[in-house]
T-cell receptor, first 111, second 111 residues
Framework: GAGVSQTPSNKVTEKGKYVELRCDPI?????LYWYRQSLGQGPEFLIY????????DSGLPNDRFFAVRPEGSVSTLKIQRTERGDSAVYLC?????????FGPGTRLTVL | QKEVEQNSGPLSVPEGAIASLNCTYS??????FFWYRQYSGKSPELIMS????GDKEDGRFTAQLNKASQYVSLLIRDSQPSDSATYLC???????????FGKGTMLLVSP
């Protein structure tokens, strides 16, 4: 595809439920990043993949958050036992170098 | 002290004026600096990158970097209403694998 795509664009769930957010990076980009952005804040780093492996997961807030990239392209961010504080826009970005290209994001709302 | 600081604004300028957006960072080892533009409800879009002291120009945009003073700025000449957006400063810090973002400055250009 021409750019980074993310699905779903919006996700509303209830507290305690499990959600999966998907990211399809720009073809050929080996680096993939997940960020979270709350209203009025800049993007906050969650996890970085280089190929299939998580090179840096230091931004994941707790063990309810997990991400995979099994074939080195599409990535899935998984959130267990969602909490209201997880509500935010989850952004995926991919890159070949230092400049990152963001997808449109998934707006997650936890009721 | 936050790693990357920006005035949240809004910064209001009339159409045709020069808009000046500023950013300071705390880590002297920071190597690369980026400006992203984010329209309301959209994802960040990379508009400028700068790696060495001095000015870098691209069309109506000029990025300025002063590593000794630890600040980076973005000048937008001949501001247009379509420039109204939040501008995010991002820094690549030594030893980190990803970008650290400021909160962003909202720019409003009035016709």
């Amino acid at each position: 595809g021409a750019g980074v795509s993310q699905t779903p664009s919006n996700k509303v769930t209830e507290k305690g439920k499990y959600v999966e957010l998907r990211c399809d990076p720009i073809s050929g980009h080996t680096a993939l990043y997940w960020y979270r952005q709350s209203l009025g804040q800049g993007p906050e780093f969650l996890i970085y993949f280089q190929g299939t492996g998580a090179a840096d997961d230091s931004g994941l807030p707790n063990d309810r958050f997990f991400a995979v990239r099994p074939e080195g392209s599409v990535s899935t961010l998984k959130i267990q036992r969602t909490e209201r504080g997880d509500s935010a826009v989850y952004l995926c970005a991919s890159s070949l170098g230092e400049g990152k290209f963001f997808g449109p994001g998934t707006r997650l709302t936890v009721l | 002290q936050k790693e990357v600081e920006q005035n949240s604004g809004p910064l209001s300028v009339p159409e045709g004026a020069i808009a000046s957006l500023n950013c300071t960072y705390s880590d002297r080892g920071s190597q690369s600096f980026f400006w992203y533009r984010q329209y309301s409800g959209k994802s960040p879009e990379l508009i400028m990158s700068i790696y060495s002291n001095g000015d870098k120009e691209d069309g109506r945009f000029t990025a300025q970097l002063n590593k000794a003073s630890q600040y980076v700025s973005l000048l937008i000449r001949d501001s247009q209403p379509s420039d109204s957006a939040t501008y995010l400063c991002a820094v690549y810090r030594r030893g980190y694998s990803t970008l650290t973002f400021g909160k962003g400055t909202m720019l409003l250009v009035s016709p």
